[in-house]
């Protein structure tokens, strides 16, 4: 009998200190997590759509830069991110590559360059231009001065004279839309859906071609002598 009560009292022992152990553990893990303050979720809003800004996206003339035109923001945006993401190829790689920049600013408009490759610059600037691009995706988040945040995002087209002649025309798959054209002059244009829901042609140049047909026929256009400007839904 006094065996089996050593026994217990040692069993007893090696108990406290376990016990002790898990409950200090679990006392301390709740008081880590409750000092944890959650990261808030962005308030999603929508622009109305006679109050969106409009935007542009312009090649250069050698088509190795684009132009952000970002025009009549609403004034109770307070900041703007962009992420601009196409695919290049290098090496006979196809390599995806991109920028983005988030900006603040007191303006109902705003301009960036955006260049389609890398700049060393000491002295004077030697470039890389990113070679083999067709296309990408625009991201733009309009934030407010209460933090709510309205979303945009585009696929575009990156393409030129050859390619137009060589595809009768320009063609943006990811929203079925198809503008057939000629073109009559060696340019860079670039086809995107605007953030008012009508799609946008803009070149490095005049833009001048003939318009044969567009695709779905909701669309229409004012002047057919001119590839640029928009193609506005009926």
Sequence with gaps: MPNNKLKYILIFLVLIPLFLFFFLSIRRKKKTEN?????????????????RPYISLIPRTDGHELKLKIEKIPENIKEIEYELIYLAIDNNLEIEKGMGDTIQFESNSLERDLLLGTASCTNTCKYKYDEGITGGTLSILFITKNDQVATYQTSFLLTDTTAIKQNNGLSLESENFNITVTASANEYFILLKNYNENFSVFSSGSGKGKISNITPSTYTKEDISLITGDYVKN
Excluded: G, K
Aim: charged share 30%.
């Design 35 to 51: 000092n944890i303050t959650p990261t808030p979720t962005p308030r999603i809003t929508e622009i109305e759509l006679e109050d």
